[in-house]
């Protein structure tokens, strides 16, 4: 089955771009699409996609919001992927920490959004380490140590002291088979550690997992 895509973004030219190089790949099929976050609920609802591929800033309802709204009434959400022109914006940061699973310049090369989708439609997430390192230090509530409802939520998770390891190393940006090479143990061992971090934090996934790292001062930002 192809990797269904809904595009959301308020610029025809950018959906039509979008549309030409996410087509002509043969595992990968644009579902709908829509010029304003109001519109992706009920076309989630009617059309099914695997991934929602959605601007950040739109001028109804943002990217965030409707970020929000799906991952809130929507039993079994697609995976959200934010399409925006800056990195360092703080309203990437702020739809990555409502639920996106990660975010793809508009200015990316074909061969990196196909990536994109394809990653995200498997369930991983696409994070640029240095980007949410600098979003973290520019927009992260708190006074250096993290907020304290993220301070709270790491307190309870009593995370061992190797799934502490995993976290910072996931929060590097490296993946599972990189955090095994660096901890000297099997790839399937990393992946019961993750999967323990992400429940323990009630994490819907790493991208979620990170943010609280960086927000709870478990990780410097800097």
Known sequence: MPVRVLLVDDEPL?????????????DIEVAGEAADGA???PLVRRLRPD???MDV?????????????LLRTVSDPPRILVVTTFENDEYVYEALRAGADGFLLKRARPA?????????????????PASVRRLAAEYGDGDGGGNRAARAELERARLTEREGEVLRLMA?????????ARLVVGTETVKSHVSAVLAKLGARDRTQAVITAYESGFVAPG
């Open 14 to 26: 950018v959906r039509a771009g979008l549309r030409a190089v996410l087509e002509a790949q043969p």
């Open 39 to 41: 519109a992706v609920l």
């Open 51 to 53: 991934v929602v591929a």
């Open 57 to 69: 800033r739109m001028p109804l309802l943002d990217g965030i919001e409707a970020t929000r709204a």
């Open 112 to 128: 990196e959004i196909v990536h994109a989708v394809r990653l995200i439609a498997e369930g991983e997430s696409l994070l640029f």
């Open 172 to 180: 590097r940006g490296l993946s599972n088979a990189e955090i095994a």
